[in-house]
């Protein structure tokens, strides 16, 4: 018979409870994979293209968004909006002046059944260079993609579960990656790629070197989510008409929100449009209210809503690389006095951070080096994916899920669970989700013993 000393079994139980736990943390970090691969692959892939968005957009269109630069004065903006609704019969709603000198003016025209036609002007002559429709460009498809819009909610609630299971994939993996004993595979890559050594050493160390990037962007891109996003925006920017803190609201408002008219800033989505003067006069029109906007001195690139009645008021709004001068202007229609002006200065603190985080998400807010930073994230997140599959082919049984074997101590798996179930409860769907993981794990758990 053996005798184990008291002094001996301790280090032994200690060494059974951290066996445990890793193999709980292991089975963990493959149902994260299992759920989120596919989506992150797809999440990285529309990412880096719309990193360059403007870029592939001008390059893939350039037909109708560039110009030739000329010397001779660009016509009134009115000419351009008559020739545009001349080649595309409807109600003009929106206004683009030229960005540049050799950029072409865009006018949204909404027809009779509700569709919106975007159109190209050659600012200079007036001349229809062609048309899409609204958000029809290459880049907006690509876009929809990356949020699966074109899906619904629910796929957009996909969309926001990946994210808070990629934070949970980053925590267990460096747990897993973590040094425990001497040996490579720390910060090199053993063997050869015919080996599973040399995919799992990639994996870690591409996940290791990548991680803070992948939980920044899964962070900030919370905020576009369906259901965490919307609850958050409606706390932070709920008061005042949605508008940020600070900013006058002291004139009559509508009840249509900002964002049923484009894109518009994260902390802008709930904001209410202003309302006219209830005794109108004279209407100033297009080509003063472009004028006054430009003497507001509103960044280049900003587009111009129209009134969308007799209480309607001009919107100028721009999101430029620069948030400092991110700026919303609403104009009254017949005085041409600012209704309501605001830009990034005015927002609260919880707002203007993640505005910044949003603006680093979409690699706009360091020039370059933030798109190229962004990029190698999306670049890592895809290697990261292509690895695991690997990985999991290598080591998986022959007609079997693979899953990594449950932990000498079952509780284990659970203590995992609670550990993991704080993010389930900042991010509800996470949580859920998480729910909907055990209940899975339980009944493999079940197959497999019987």
Known sequence: MTTVSTAEAAPMRAADRAA?????????????GLMTLPFLILLAVTGGLYLFHHDLDGLIHRDLKQVERRAEAPRKPSEIVAQAVASVPGR???????????????????DAAGARQVVYVDPYDARVLGTLSDRGTVMWVVRQLHSLAYFGPVANGVIEIVGGWSILLVATGVYLWWPRRGGGGVVTVRGQPRQRVFWRDLHAITGIFAGVLIVFLAISGMPWSVF??????????????????????????SDDPLHQHGPTAWSLEQAKMPESSANPGQAIGLDAAIARFDALRLAPGYAVNL????????????YPNDLSRQRVVHLDQYSGEPLIDMGYADYGLFGK?????INVHMGQEFGL??????????????????????????RRPAGRLGVPPL???????????????????IFPLVGASLIAMLLLDRLLSRRNST
């Open 20 to 32: 445990s736990f890793y193999r709980a943390v292991w089975r963990w970090h493959f149902y994260a």
């Open 92 to 110: 003009a709603v929106k206004y683009v002046p030229p960005e540049s000198a050799s950029a072409s003016a865009e006018v949204t025209i909404r």
């Open 228 to 253: 965490w996003g919307a609850k958050v925006n409606e706390w932070a920017n709920g008061n005042n008409f949605g508008y940020p803190a600070g900013v006058r609201v002291a004139v009559p408002m």
């Open 307 to 318: 009134p969308s009645g007799p209480k309607g008021v001009y919107t100028g709004s721009v």
């Open 353 to 357: 951070a993640l505005e910044w985080g």
């Open 369 to 394: 080096a933030n798109q190229l930073l962004m990029l190698a994230a999306c670049i890592a997140i895809i290697l990261l994916s292509v690895s695991a599959g690997v990985m999991w082919w290598k």
């Open 407 to 425: 932990p000498a101590r079952p509780g284990t798996l659970y203590g995992v669970f609670a550990i993991l179930a704080i993010g389930g409860v």
